[in-house]
């Protein structure tokens, strides 16, 4: 969007150039100015989603409204003598708005799309909107001429208890959460109503008959238990064709797994055994009661399910503790235990780091898409993600290289140190070079540490030997003052 000022270019050369251009950052539908005051005139500007409002100089932006809708065409004017701005804007949809800056005031409905919309006077009658369609129809009109769409239900005369009514829409909300939470469950308020299932499961096992016989040779194998079920129906109404199924894991079965019960009236109680039939670990230790039924009334199917759980028993068989050692030595201490990070913490250290990382990592990239609405990539927030990797493990590969060889290092030096500080003749130094062999094995290891402490005992020695002359010339020096 450009201005072209009124310079005589007749003997120049034919070219353009603007006094000032704006940049709206999309395509203009139509331009209007209008007179603000004496001294201000603004420049209206329809775009395809947005409506500007400028100065005269384009130096600022007096506002800009955001459209929700794609606009046909408008028309500005102003209200005189409170010299309001007024804006019409057409919708697709034959919608006429109106807005005083970015406010809207008012909104109707047409009768027809139009392409072009102004304000007229006529005599007698002032700020008629005048619209064309783009069939070649125009109307002229004024806001409350045509009735609104949208008429108002009678008020009914009975008075409303707002408060109760308040309570129990939240109520009836809750309920639907409830229900929308529960999941795709078989059963719901009425079927329970209907049809109320108790399951009972013995907490006393009973030996079993019927389970593997090839191998009896431990009676209390929970193999050779089995749990007696009691399932108990009851309802207010006549059920018909009612099927109930008792459903285990294997190794489990049950010894009667289907009943049916053609009518069932009032309450009735069912009874079955649960054992084990091989020597296997169990999948499960839930047993599930499904019942199906069909009302009297509507001869609808339903169904319900029940779930109970096993006793422990009839997985686990409790042992005593082996314990086959002649000698038992036990260590206790008086003292509480230093925890791990203590211990290592160096550990704990790099875990600290690494969180601390992954949070700045993650903060990063937090900013990075707030602040910025170009892709990832085109930042070089990856790059500079690679390159902090990159200086990390080489800095890690060098700190490993530095600790490598500490052993054979400290044992060579040990071994020199030792020799140097023996009694022995010191003839055979020459013809026991020290060298560095990579140290593998667990005896390497405990020779280091025999060296270690041969040396300490050998610079304790020293030291006591060292110590005594002194002893001897403080004395000396002692009587000679005295």
Known sequence: MAEFGSKDHSEGPKNLEPDW???????????????????????????EKNLYCLKDNCVSLNYAKRLEYKALCFQA?????????????????STLMIYEGTTLKWSAQLPLTPVAVTRAHFQHLDGVIVVLSEEGQLEA???????????APPLHRRGYDYVAAEDELTELRKLAKRNKTSGNQLTDVTMDAELIISVTVSLDLEPC??????????DTDSRNLMCRITVELSTYTTLRDVQVCVDVSKPFVAEKDCHVISNLCDRHVLRTMIYATADLPALSSDVRITASYETADRGSLRVLQKTAQLPLKMMLRACPPENTSTFTATIKCSEPLVAFNQLFPAQNEIGLLSTQLRNI?????????????RSLAATGLPFLLESTYRAIFALLDDLAIARADWEE???????AFLRSTSR??????????TTLSKM?????????KKRLIHAIERLDSYRETTNIPENEQLETGDRAFS
Request: aromatic letters at 6%; one cysteine or more.
């Open 440 to 448: 593998t094995s667990v005896k390497e290891f405990a020779k280091l």
């Open 77 to 93: 004017y102003v209200i005189e003598p409170d010299g309001k701005l007024m804006v019409l804007v057409i919708a697709d949809t």
């Open 361 to 373: 990592e993650r903060r990063l990239l937090r900013a990075m898409r707030e602040r910025n609405t």
């Open 141 to 151: 009109c004024y806001l409350g001429s045509e009735p609104s769409l949208f008429i």
């Open 409 to 415: 290092i400290a044992d060579a030096s040990l071994s």
């Open 21 to 47: 251009s704006y940049n709206i950052g999309e395509a203009v539908l139509d331009i209007d100015t209008v007179t603000l005051s004496s001294f201000e005139v603004g420049i209206l500007v329809l775009g």
């Open 209 to 218: 008959s019927r389970g593997n016989r090839d191998d009896s040779k431990d």
């Open 424 to 433: 022995k003749s010191t003839s055979h130094l020459d013809a026991m070079p």
